[in-house]
């Protein structure tokens, strides 16, 4: 089982430096838990309901060293859980997951496996002016432009949420790649350019994802005013 992620923090680093110090340790403890002591089998099913309770965990865990030491920081998590039969991905945030598959000829084509938390989706938004925040411009407060991230202490009265949408993918295509990125990828180019920078990409390199990261991070930054996390599987 392979689990990857990405925790873009914002407002400090907090946050994002305790989702990489717990996160795996975490999951990890919650599948062995999960399991029937006469199985280990592990099903997208037993994934899915842990990585949910990973992150329920951590958020409260992290809240309450926010509320002691006065950290304002929060932190998106997008994370894929890859085993030989199937992925499951979690996502809270604007990270993001897309898969570069074939559409039965050459070419890569890009699906999106995560859908980015915005605060001006109706559902998002209807949650957090029920919850007292204003959203306007596509922000909440007049600030914040995520609905859903871990942290954010000082917007959880205001309808900032840490419940991940869970999405679980059956592993038929092998010939492709799963990229994670935090939002400053995008800012670059679209997710359909990213699958063709893999596409360029000798196939025979040893370090092929590191290639692909390192080709679409050189083109995005010339475009992108963020700072960019990405990994390629």
Not at 78 to 107: H, L, P, Q, W, Y
Request: with cysteine; charged share 25%.
């Amino acid at each position: 089982v392979g689990v990857f992620a990405i925790f873009d923090g914002h407002i400090g680093s907090q946050a994002s430096e305790f989702l990489v110090q717990n996160f795996e340790p975490k999951l990890r403890a919650n599948l062995r838990g999960s399991l029937d002591a006469s199985s280990s089998k592990i099903d997208a099913g037993v994934v899915r309901a842990a990585l949910e309770k990973t992150i329920a965990e951590l958020e409260s865990s992290f809240l309450k060293e926010a509320y002691k030491n006065r950290w304002p920081a929060g932190s998106t998590a997008c994370v894929a859980v890859v085993t030989d039969e199937f992925m499951v991905v979690a996502n809270v945030g604007d990270s993001r997951a897309i898969a570069c598959v074939r559409d039965g000829g050459e070419k890569l084509v890009a699906k999106a496996l995560t859908s980015d938390h915005h605060p001006e989706l109706p559902a998002e938004k209807h949650r957090i002016e029920a919850a007292g925040g204003v959203v306007r411009f596509g922000v909440i407060d007049g600030h914040f432009p995520m609905s859903r991230a871990i942290g954010d202490l000082p917007l959880k009265n205001h309808g900032v949420i840490a419940t991940p949408d869970v999405s679980m993918w059956t592993n038929t295509n092998k010939d492709g790649f799963i990229v994670l990125a935090s939002d400053g990828l995008y800012e670059g180019m679209s997710e359909q350019e990213v699958c063709d920078i893999a596409a360029m990409v000798d196939p025979t390199t040893s370090e092929l994802g590191q290639a692909v990261a390192d080709q679409a991070v050189r083109k995005a930054s010339d475009l992108s005013r963020d700072n960019i996390s990405i990994v390629v599987i």
